[in-house]
């Protein structure tokens, strides 16, 4: 297995599946990670393929726990007065090594491991079933202790509900849904429920100058590439740091004419659901 790797992703979908075979996880909101134990060094990896590791620090000491070898996959995510809080994840994640070192003292990470992608004596576990990969996680992690931890999981769907609705207090956004049998690609695998009516979108180009993006061209799952309305600062910043050292970009037009700048950004934004059916996108955050 090469780094970076490509991830597996969830299918929005508006209730659980039901029947024999599945599994549910609770979906904590912070950032995508992978965490890579090699031979000598850590590295943390984003959904998007880039290295991560000085924004997560802490994670990667902790990491270094592992056995050589190691390939996890999880979530970042940061307790602030005991829930977990996003906008602190994102701040961690936008920030440069420095000051992230300086968040990490003030409010430190956990991960939040749910696969095994690569095992220290079986390697590439991928081609195996979710059941084999979930008990290889909880061997490997056993002793290891936090901020490294398994996410709990049950095939019992009225337990998965249960926490759907009493754990979204602390910060979980929704549930996960995983089949027993299934392996690990890089493809829309599983299906998730959120609180929250949102999607996910690619953010395909923008508009503006490419330090200070004004809006987000996206492309929406059924095909259609909308621009979005004015993004706000926090997500202006973000993606201007992560756009930066791509590649010279194309004109395009959107859906309604609209010129934009196409770029491969490898960013997910989350937008407003309701708002797509308008033409004009609210993007809530990038994920």
Known sequence: MEFPVAVALAQAVPQLPA??????????????????????????????????????????QAA????????????AVVYVAGRV????????????????????????ASFAAWDLLAHAELGDVRSRPYLERRALLLDVLKDVGP????????????????????????????LVAKH????????????????ADTLDVDVVGFTGPRSRPRALAVRLP?????????????VRREVAARIADVGPGRPARS???????????????????????HGVVTVTRLR
């Open 19 to 60: 029947g024999p075979g599945w599994w549910f996880e609770p979906k904590l909101d912070g950032h995508r990670t992978i965490v890579w134990c090699e031979a000598g060094r850590v590295r943390l990896q984003s959904r998007s393929g880039r290295d991560v590791t000085g924004a997560w620090t802490d994670l990667a």
């Open 64 to 75: 270094h726990r592992l056995p050589a070898g190691t390939v996890l996959d999880g979530e």
């Open 85 to 108: 809080d996003f906008s602190a994840a994102q701040a961690r994640a936008a920030s440069s090594p420095a000051r992230a070192a300086q968040l990490a003292a003030r409010w430190p």
């Open 147 to 174: 901020p490294l931890q398994v996410v709990p999981a049950t095939d019992d769907r009225d337990t998965a509900l249960l926490w759907y609705e009493a754990l979204r207090a602390q910060g979980v956004e929704g």
């Open 180 to 195: 027993g049998t299934s392996t690990y690609r890089a493809a829309r695998i599983w299906r998730k429920i959120r609180h």
């Open 222 to 234: 059924d095909g259609r590439t909308l621009l979005s309305q004015a993004v706000s600062a926090p």
């Open 255 to 277: 859906e309604s004419g609209t010129a934009y700048e196409a770029v491969e950004t490898g960013l997910v934004a989350e937008v407003l659901a309701g708002t797509t059916r």
